[in-house]
T-cell receptor
Framework: EPEVTQTPSHQVTQMGQEVILRCVPISNHLYFYWYRQILGQKVEFLVSFYNNEISEKSEIFDDQFSVERPDGSNFTLKIRSTKLEDSAMYFC???????????????FGEGSWLTVV | QKEVEQNSGPLSVPEGAIASLNCTYSDRVSQSFFWYRQYSGKSPELIMSIYSNGDKEDGRFTAQLNKASQYVSLLIRDSQPSDSATYLCAVNENYGQNFVFGPGTRLSVLP
């Protein structure tokens, strides 16, 4: 069964360092997402990406965050200058065609756990 | 601001009982509704989606949607200890990009 894959599974970084989290969405999917979940808290939307551009982003997704689809398969989230409060699980997700009755479901990767020290 | 609300729990039920999980949402134009299960330290996995008012059954799971009341629920019949997890309700505006998640309800099924 197709799945969303994420790397690394766990990364420890020093405050102020840049981090890149990588994702390979399901191959025929068109919409890509990053969510994050701080330990013990809810899943929070960061950004959605469609047709090679950001389609929607949350207040969390400020100037230190960026996304890219550099080669048609990978989908990356970059955090330029990490802060302690960026420590969280980051989930990549994807979905296929926008069809409310059958294809409007997002599928998550296993997550990348980021620890900022 | 779109909001999705759930009781945080924990909801404890004995093995074999019916677990009832509830979710309310604020955005009236929401059209697609999802229940995900999340084990501790793992990613959310889809249980069911529902788009129309009424009930939708899949095995031991039944999703119920009432758009007039802005309410969606999940029933788990014959609950098993392996059902112990956090259950996330997610809502999507029709053709919208963002899926908004509730805080989740922690379910504990006691053997």
């Amino acid at each position: 069964e197709p799945e969303v894959t994420q790397t690394p599974s766990h990364q420890v970084t020093q405050m102020g360092q840049e981090v890149i989290l990588r994702c390979v969405p399901i191959s025929n999917h068109l919409y890509f997402y990053w969510y994050r979940q701080i330990l013990g808290q809810k899943v929070e939307f960061l950004v959605s990406f469609y047709n090679n551009e950001i389609s929607e982003k949350s207040e969390i997704f400020d100037d230190q965050f960026s996304v890219e689809r550099p080669d048609g398969s990978n989908f990356t989230l970059k955090i330029r200058s990490t802060k302690l409060e960026d420590s969280a699980m980051y989930f990549c997700a994807s979905r296929g065609q926008n069809h409310p009755s059958s294809g409007n479901t997002i599928y998550f990767g296993e997550g990348s756990w980021l620890t900022v020290v | 601001q779109k909001e999705v609300e759930q009781n945080s729990g924990p909801l404890s039920v004995p093995e074999g009982a019916i677990a009832s999980l509830n979710c309310t949402y604020s955005d009236r134009v929401s059209q697609s509704f999802f229940w995900y299960r999340q084990y501790s330290g793992k990613s959310p996995e889809l249980i069911m989606s529902i788009y129309s008012n009424g009930d939708k059954e899949d095995g031991r799971f039944t999703a119920q949607l009432n758009k007039a009341s802005q309410y969606v629920s999940l029933l788990i019949r014959d609950s098993q200890p392996s059902d112990s997890a956090t259950y996330l309700c997610a809502v999507n505006e029709n053709y919208g990009q963002n899926f908004v998640f509730g805080p989740g309800t922690r379910l504990s099924v006691l053997p």
